[in-house]
């Protein structure tokens, strides 16, 4: 097979292809840029109020991805069951979530209203703008607490929306992300700023206005899925019984334990890393708060891409396909890497104008500016690295994620971000640049276990 046909594939597999991506692409595309919006809004308030907000979601990104990884590594099997026709266990990996994400959800809260102001405090440096940080910790914390309030809503919603992707509807949970982000936008617009009768709230009003959106999108996606039981077959008596055969769950707990721990991890990892980052000062976190936003908007291809190949990959090794799954997860990969060098040339050639965006100093946009074109030119070495780690995944290799993801993140990339942010007179630039260029290594490792061939595996031919 020449390299050409190995790497892209015909009309009809792009077509296959862009109807699962495209509806995962525009949820998670006006996702991010309703959230880059919100950003600007309340960054046109001030860069306190910004960077208050930045270290809160921070934080909550770990409980939110420790969400992603219970109810992904229950999803390797739910894809699976559903690519071999087993709508009995779809159902039973459905109600292992619940199970896994209660726990989850009772431990963040719980922690969070204990250590919340402990925790915003660690990335709160430089004591000659004792106002600025007392301000950013005032307005962190009031974000906080009500935000709260809106992490059950957003848990149920992944539960369903994540089973109605392995199933292969993508265009549900989209349109639901897309009414409640407009809801968020809405809202924002009225709270934040008082428009229209409405209170003048800032950070509380943005916090009010996620809220009320995540509440939104659970109830679409709750009602249509029990409305369309012919399409969902597997929440016909899914809270009739909640038992769940012991085999099963033993083979998700050992297959999805390391995902779900390697997702914490990872998240908690990227915490400490901003934190090492923090160090720099206040500008140093308004500037990563920027130029993360807005290169979220950017990856949205290459993120979109680890759920294809979850879905169609996963699909594909269910159903006993291996050459077939082989030969997809190439050409995915291919498709990624060679999306994110365009996506990564439009983000450089934009990067001096998104910061003017901000109400804030010329000292943060210049460092915001420059961290987007860093950021820019390693886009298409992410891209490769994370259809990699899913590429593993799907094939059940969670052990293999664990040590590619979360212990290299912790055993090489935070002690370099530590040391040359507390022992080095480095700036912040220089220190991102380091630590970004160390994903090289991941690379190399991804590539060789892709190629070896370790993820082609069928994880639910015994049930």
Not at 78 to 105: D, E, H, L, M, P
Not at 273 to 296: D, F, H, K, P
Not at 434 to 452: A, E
Request: hydrophobic share 55%; aromatic share 10%; glycine share 8%.
């Amino acid at each position: 097979m020449s390299l050409r046909k190995k790497l892209i594939g015909d009309k009809a597999f792009y077509a296959m292809v862009l109807g699962v991506l495209v509806p995962i692409v525009i949820q998670n595309g006006i996702t991010n840029f309703v959230g880059l919006l919100d950003n600007i809004m309340v960054g046109r308030i001030g860069t306190e109020q910004m960077s208050g907000i930045a270290i809160v979601n921070q934080l909550l990104m770990v409980f939110n991805l420790a969400i992603f990884g219970a109810v992904s590594g229950a999803g390797i099997f739910g894809a699976q069951f559903y690519g071999c026709k087993n709508n009995k266990g779809v159902q039973q990996t459905f109600r292992f979530k619940f199970y896994i994400c209660t726990a989850i959800v009772v431990a963040g809260i719980t922690l969070l209203l204990l250590k919340g102001e402990d925790l915003i405090l660690l990335y709160l440096h430089g004591d000659e703008n004792q106002a600025a940080l007392e301000a950013t910790l005032s307005f962190g914390k009031e974000y906080l607490l009500v935000m709260l309030l809106g992490l059950a809503p957003f848990v149920i919603e992944e539960i369903y929306a994540g089973t109605l992707r392995e199933c292969g509807e993508t265009r549900l949970p989209m349109l639901a992300g897309v009414v409640a982000v407009l809801v968020n936008l809405v809202l924002n617009y009225l709270l934040i700023f008082g428009k229209l009768g409405f209170p003048k709230l800032g950070v509380v009003g943005a916090a009010v206005a996620t809220v009320v959106s995540r509440v939104v999108q659970m109830v679409i996606v709750i009602v249509w899925t029990h409305t369309h039981t012919d399409r969902m077959p597997f929440i016909v008596g899914a809270y009739r019984e909640w038992r769940i055969p012991s085999p099963l769950t033993w083979n998700i707990i050992s297959k999805g334990t390391p995902l779900m721990v390697n997702e914490m991890l990872w998240s908690a990892g990227m915490a400490i890393l901003n934190q090492c980052y923090s160090m720099r000062g206040l500008e140093a976190v308004a500037a990563l708060n920027i130029s993360t936003t807005i290169s979220n908007l950017f990856s949205v291809v290459f993120a979109a891409m680890g759920s294809a190949i979850s879905i169609i990959v996963g699909q594909l090794l269910g159903a006993g396909k291996m050459e077939e799954a082989k030969d997809t997860d190439t050409k995915l990969i291919a498709f990624s890497i060679l999306s994110c060098v365009i996506c990564g040339g439009v983000m450089a050639l934009l990067s001096e104008l998104f910061p003017l965006l901000y109400n804030t100093s010329d000292e943060v946009r210049t460092l915001a500016g420059t961290l987007l074109r860093v950021a820019a030119c390693c886009m298409p070495l992410w891209a490769f690295m994370h259809a990699a780690y899913f590429t593993l995944r799907t094939g059940g290799k969670t052990v293999v994620t664990f040590l590619f993801d979360s212990v290299f993140l912790w055993v090489v990339s935070i002690p370099a971000a530590y040391v040359l942010s507390r022992y080095t007179g480095l700036p912040l630039v220089s220190i991102y640049i380091c630590i970004s260029l160390l994903d090289i290594i991941k690379c190399v490792i991804g590539f060789v276990l892709v190629k070896k061939g370790v993820w082609l595996n069928n994880i639910v031919a015994e049930q």
